[in-house]
Nanobody
Framework: QMQLVESGGGLVQAGGSLRLSCAASGRTFNEYAMGWFRQAPGKEREFVAA???????YYADSMKGRFTISRDNAKNTVYLQMNSLKVEDTAVYYC???????????????WGQGTQVTVSS
């Protein structure tokens, strides 16, 4: 199982930016697709973005153009750059991992503990 530790969450005003990081350990990082999910209060978890081991990226429609996922295989870390944040982006953001890029955006096998992002108006 991949161990995933998120960081970088916090409080930001609408229109601002945050960068989340996820440090991975326990498995060969560059054999895994990585991604981000989020869960807002009272809502189900939803897919945010994913990146294959080779660097191909995928986004939920509502995040395209505002969020950017990237990875540094030398540091075993995946990032989520979030710009033009909206109040509705408030959620707990989870880092996820799976060997299969199709699975990581749907039912990933490994999850981090999550980091809170709060966007104020």
């Amino acid at each position: 199982q991949m161990q995933l530790v998120e960081s970088g969450g916090g409080l930001v005003q609408a229109g601002g930016s945050l960068r989340l990081s996820c440090a991975a350990s326990g498995r060969t990082f560059n054999e895994y697709a990585m991604g981000w999910f989020r869960q807002a209060p009272g809502k189900e978890r939803e897919f945010v973005a994913a990146i294959s081991w080779g660097g191909s990226t995928y986004y939920a429609d509502s995040m395209k153009g505002r969020f950017t996922i990237s990875r540094d295989n030398a540091k075993n870390t995946v990032y989520l750059q979030m710009n033009s944040l909206k109040v509705e982006d408030t959620a707990v953001y989870y880092c996820v991992a799976d060997r299969n890029i199709a699975v990581v955006s749907a039912i990933p096998g490994d999850w981090g503990q999550g980091t809170q992002v709060t966007v104020s108006s």
